[in-house]
């Protein structure tokens, strides 16, 4: 049972960004302190990465834990309408595998940084994940995934 009636929850819902989102910006300001210069969600690639960095040929996505199905104590399934929410946020699983492997295809490195690595019980230290990322964009040409910790 929900907690809040279907209009405010429609209200709610709807008023969830995609992009710009709070841990979006506070990579990219974060970033852009560094001295690294970046591009937003470029049309032109596979799901529009958050920040591109042509330079390293190097995306990232920041991921938020429900919307893309992430293994950690932030995703729960919703306990109501569970057809509907199973199926778009397995859609949304889908999509991002293929338009990581489409990014892959065409030389590209990526970055995926989930929300629990920045919020929660489990968090990162916000100075040392944002090192994790410039390291990464400097050095390294895997694919790396970050989340949070698994224990404190």
């Given at each position: 049972?929900?907690?809040?009636?279907k209009?405010?929850?429609?209200?709610?819902?709807s008023g969830?960004?995609?992009?710009?989102?709070?841990?979006?910006?506070?990579?990219?300001?974060?970033?852009?302190?560094?001295?690294?210069?970046?591009?937003?969600?470029?049309?032109?690639?596979?799901?529009?990465?958050?920040?591109?960095?042509?330079?390293?040929?190097?995306?990232?996505?920041?991921?938020?834990?429900?919307?893309?199905?992430?293994?950690?104590?932030?995703?729960?399934?919703?306990?109501?309408?569970?057809?509907?929410?199973?199926?778009?946020?397995?859609?949304?699983?889908?999509v991002d595998?293929?338009?990581?492997?489409s990014?892959?295809?065409?030389?590209?490195?990526?970055?995926?940084?989930?929300?629990?690595?920045?919020?929660?019980?489990?968090?990162?230290?916000?100075?040392?994940?944002?090192?994790?990322?410039?390291?990464?964009?400097?050095t390294?040409?895997?694919?790396?995934?970050?989340?949070?910790?698994?224990?404190?």
């Amino acid at each position: 049972m929900d907690i809040v009636d279907k209009t405010t929850r429609s209200r709610m819902m709807s008023g969830i960004k995609g992009k710009n989102t709070r841990p979006e910006m506070m990579i990219r300001q974060a970033l852009f302190a560094e001295g690294f210069r970046y591009r937003l969600h470029v049309k032109t690639l596979a799901g529009k990465p958050d920040l591109v960095f042509p330079k390293f040929k190097k995306v990232i996505f920041v991921h938020g834990c429900f919307w893309h199905r992430h293994d950690c104590h932030l995703f729960k399934w919703p306990s109501t309408r569970i057809e509907f929410w199973k199926h778009k946020i397995n859609k949304n699983v889908c999509v991002d595998s293929k338009n990581i492997q489409s990014l892959k295809d065409d030389g590209w490195t990526i970055l995926t940084v989930w929300e629990c690595s920045m919020k929660g019980k489990h968090k990162l230290n916000f100075n040392e994940l944002i090192k994790m990322i410039s390291d990464w964009l400097l050095t390294s040409n895997i694919d790396l995934v970050i989340s949070g910790k698994e224990k404190d």
